[in-house]
């Protein structure tokens, strides 16, 4: 399974994510807005939009900060594993 989150490190909802990440032992690849171009092109390819913080589970996007969506795709992703 793969965890990426598209972040600005000075958002809320974004440090909110991060915490709730590692608190739940979740592995994930950090892409920071503020310092990657690239990482912006992804967010917008991905998007359509600049929301944050958004989380790319194997390609499945949830954009904002909600655990029980968060959740129910991590379990899709460990079923398809």
Same mark, same amino acid.
């Given at each position: %399974?793969?965890?990426?989150?598209?972040?600005?490190p000075e958002n809320s909802w974004c440090q909110?994510?991060?915490?709730? !990440?590692?608190?739940?032992?979740?592995?994930?690849?950090? !892409?920071?807005?503020?310092?990657?171009? %690239?990482?912006?092109?992804? !967010?917008l390819n991905k998007s359509n939009q600049m929301?944050?913080?958004?989380?790319?589970?194997?390609?499945?996007?949830?954009?904002?900060?909600?655990?029980?969506?968060?959740?129910?795709?991590?379990?899709?992703?460990?079923?398809?594993?």
């Amino acid at each position: %399974m793969d965890i990426k989150i598209y972040i600005a490190p000075e958002n809320s909802w974004c440090q909110q994510l991060r915490v709730w !990440l590692k608190k739940k032992r979740y592995s994930f690849e950090v !892409l920071d807005l503020d310092e990657s171009e %690239m990482a912006r092109d992804e !967010l917008l390819n991905k998007s359509n939009q600049m929301a944050i913080p958004l989380t790319d589970i194997d390609g499945e996007i949830i954009i904002g900060f909600l655990p029980d969506k968060i959740e129910a795709a991590v379990a899709r992703a460990k079923q398809r594993s």
